[in-house]
């Protein structure tokens, strides 16, 4: 039974690699014969921790020195209210809550609060695996008491390649990682003995980028709508990376292709993975969607480490990588009878390519017809005027609802002044008559506007209003 810290560990047991934030670097070998939690480590070992620190390098720090001491640790994001806080903490049957000084008020009403240093504090501090630590992850775009998702080291990092350095690498991300898509790029710079540069959460992009730059990053990852505001920002030519990746929401075509001007000479890949099923597939050809083979190859019961399956057009995976419950609801089944996992996102077969068409809780019902918001948003952000849109539904008395684009021009000039509102009008128009020209009619926007910025959450995706 291996933990991260051996996992990590070269020879001499030390961690090459340093990990990057707004406030300087720190070289993970300091934690060789240090620690962030001096005189309390073995005074955990074995309980249900909960990591809930304001920034992300305290956390990074400790997740090294927790896993296989601890018999729990539930990442917690710093967006959580003090009554999800306090859910959380009830449902992983928390004993301790790490924290850092300015969350420490908010935790003290939870569990017992340790704060964590800040830098690893010279220390002598046992690594001894005594633990299988679960890893707990929060799901992502609730409203309410996120989900606890169980995972393992194996299950986030099996997969993951190792290299004995990788000096050469230096990774980044948009992505917090205390979420799923970030922890993989944790746990991919620390494998393979890269450094990690990390954002903060209230950190203008023009200044990430700057950092990135600074520490030379060579491969970095994000949403979707991470990218489009750095393409925005001024600031995306600052970086040279060989390799940038999306993931966490539809990739389409645009998007694609915006990067692939920005970053000429880089590898620009798309992933779908989801906190529950883990790493589904990875998309290299610089196309939207994915190929058909896909599911064919993956699809039957072979022993492979992902399966692919889709029904009533929702993608399902079976994987190895895959969490094993929900923590503190064991009723709710994460997977079905032959151990696929039904993600909810509707693709839909276009010749020989699969395309996201949306979620199926997203749905838009127009008159008893279903439209999916990013079907749509597809056709405005081909268009380049587009930066990027978000398309939701109004509720109407005659057909359930009518669809309503809001639409960030790439000019910045989202809410044209009076002076310019023939222009605006002119805009708008080319954009309606290039829904009605790709689109059956019920999925035309009934309203657009132009607006000055659209709204991203904490986890990097579009706030899609309900309704």
């Known amino acids: 039974m291996k933990s991260l810290w051996d996992a990590a560990a070269v020879h001499g047991g030390t961690i090459a690699g340093e990990l990057v934030g707004p406030g300087g670097a720190i070289k993970l070998s300091a934690l060789s014969t240090g620690s962030t939690l001096p005189g309390e480590l073995e005074a955990l070992r074995g309980l249900s921790v909960l990591v809930a620190t304001a920034e992300q390098l305290p956390t990074a720090l400790a997740l090294l020195e927790l896993d296989g001491v601890v018999r729990r640790m539930v990442l917690c994001t710093p967006d959580l209210t003090d009554q999800q806080l306090a859910a959380v903490a009830s449902t992983a049957q928390a004993d301790a809550i790490l924290v850092s000084k300015s969350s420490h008020a908010l935790a003290s009403k939870c569990a017992r609060p340790i704060v964590l240093q800040p830098l690893a504090v010279a220390a002598p501090a046992e690594r001894r695996v005594s633990e299988r630590t679960e890893w707990v992850l929060l799901t992502s775009g609730t409203t309410g008491a996120p989900k606890l998702v169980v995972h393992t080291l194996h299950s986030l990092a099996g997969s993951l390649p190792r290299q004995s350095a990788a000096g050469d690498h230096v990774w980044s991300t948009?992505?917090?990682?205390?979420?799923?898509?970030?922890?993989?790029?944790?746990?991919?710079?620390?494998?393979?003995?890269?450094?990690?540069?990390?954002?903060?959460?209230?950190?203008?992009?023009?200044?990430?980028?700057?950092?990135?730059?600074?520490?030379?990053?060579?491969?970095?990852?994000?949403?979707?709508?991470?990218?489009?505001?750095?393409?925005?920002?001024?600031?995306?030519?600052?970086?040279?990376?060989?390799?940038?990746?999306?993931?966490?929401?539809?990739?389409?075509?645009?998007?694609?292709?915006?990067?692939?001007?920005?970053?000429?000479?880089?590898?620009?890949?798309?992933?779908?993975?989801?906190?529950?099923?883990?790493?589904?597939?990875?998309?290299?050809?610089?196309?939207?969607?994915?190929?058909?083979?896909?599911?064919?190859?993956?699809?039957?019961?072979?022993?492979?480490?992902?399966?692919?399956?889709?029904?009533?057009?929702?993608?399902?995976?079976?994987?190895?990588?895959?969490?094993?419950?929900?923590?503190?609801?064991?009723?709710?089944?994460?997977?079905?009878?032959?151990?696929?996992?039904?993600?909810?996102?509707?693709?839909?077969?276009?010749?020989?390519?699969?395309?996201?068409?949306?979620?199926?809780?997203?749905?838009?019902?127009?008159?008893?017809?279903?439209?999916?918001?990013?079907?749509?948003?597809?056709?405005?952000?081909?268009?380049?005027?587009?930066?990027?849109?978000?398309?939701?539904?109004?509720?109407?008395?005659?057909?359930?609802?009518?669809?309503?684009?809001?639409v960030v021009l790439s000019d910045h000039s989202g809410t044209l002044g009076e002076a310019e509102s023939a222009e605006a009008e002119r805009v708008k128009g080319e954009l309606m008559n290039a829904c009605r020209q790709a689109l059956p009619a019920h999925k035309v926007p009934a309203r657009l506007r132009l607006v000055s910025a659209l709204e991203v959450t904490a986890a990097g995706k579009l706030v899609r209003p309900d309704g």
């Open 174 to 406: 948009f992505y917090d990682i205390r979420r799923y898509g970030g922890l993989q790029i944790y746990l991919r710079a620390l494998l393979s003995g890269s450094s990690l540069v990390l954002t903060t959460t209230a950190e203008p992009t023009r200044d990430f980028l700057g950092r990135a730059a600074a520490a030379r990053v060579t491969h970095i990852s994000g949403t979707s709508s991470h990218w489009r505001r750095a393409l925005m920002s001024g600031a995306a030519d600052r970086i040279n990376p060989q390799y940038v990746r999306l993931s966490g929401e539809i990739a389409d075509q645009d998007i694609l292709d915006s990067l692939r001007s920005a970053y000429p000479k880089s590898r620009i890949a798309h992933a779908f993975a989801s906190t529950e099923a883990g790493l589904a597939f990875e998309v290299n050809d610089g196309l939207a969607g994915f190929p058909e083979t896909f599911i064919s190859q993956q699809a039957s019961a072979s022993p492979a480490r992902v399966n692919l399956n889709v029904v009533d057009r929702t993608l399902r995976i079976r994987s190895q990588g895959a969490a094993a419950r929900y923590l503190g609801e064991e009723s709710t089944r994460l997977a079905d009878e032959d151990g696929f996992i039904d993600t909810g996102d509707i693709v839909q077969l276009v010749n020989d390519r699969y395309f996201f068409r949306g979620r199926r809780g997203g749905v838009i019902n127009v008159g008893g017809m279903k439209v999916y918001p990013e079907e749509v948003e597809a056709v405005l952000n081909a268009d380049a005027r587009v930066h990027m849109s978000l398309v939701h539904g109004r509720r109407n008395p005659i057909t359930g609802s009518i669809v309503v684009a809001d």
